[in-house]
């Protein structure tokens, strides 16, 4: 059983950057495909990015291409999600997924695209 659990969420203002991270526990995610959805208040959960088992393919959301990078550390079992240029709209709770082998399958900008999920990390942006 994989269980991704996020953390490093916060409250920052507009233009700030912040980081989560995803580090996994139970089995290893470092064969394993990963991707970063979120979720706002009253809204469906959309994809914000993705990459492969070894990063060397990646997928960005249109509206995040540009500010958002989705970096991984295989050695740590840890995959991050470096936010740039916060804006208020970026505010939500933001899920880890991995998914269930080392590439993306073509549902991978939806959640059916990935098989394991952690519990979400809050990030509020001000204004």
């Known amino acids: 059983q994989v269980q991704p659990v996020e953390s490093g969420g916060g409250l920052v203002q507009a233009g700030d950057p912040l980081r989560p991270s995803c580090a996994a526990s139970?089995?290893?995610?470092?064969?394993?495909?990963m991707g970063w959805f979120r979720q706002a208040p009253g809204k469906e959960r959309e994809f914000v990015a993705a990459?492969?088992?070894?990063?060397?393919?990646?997928f960005y959301a249109d509206s995040m291409k540009g500010r958002f990078t989705i970096p991984r550390d295989n050695a740590k079992n840890t995959v991050y999600l470096q936010m740039n240029s916060l804006k208020p709209e970026d505010t939500a709770v933001y899920y880890c997924?991995?998914?269930?082998?080392?590439?993306?399958?073509?549902?991978?900008?939806?959640?059916?695209?990935?098989?394991?999920w952690g519990q979400g990390t809050h990030v509020a942006v001000s204004s």
């Open positions: 997924a991995a998914a269930r082998d080392f590439y993306l399958t073509y549902a991978y900008r939806t959640p059916s695209g990935f098989e394991y």
């Open positions: 990459l492969t088992w070894d990063g060397g393919t990646t």
């Open positions: 139970g089995r290893t995610v470092s064969n394993r495909a």
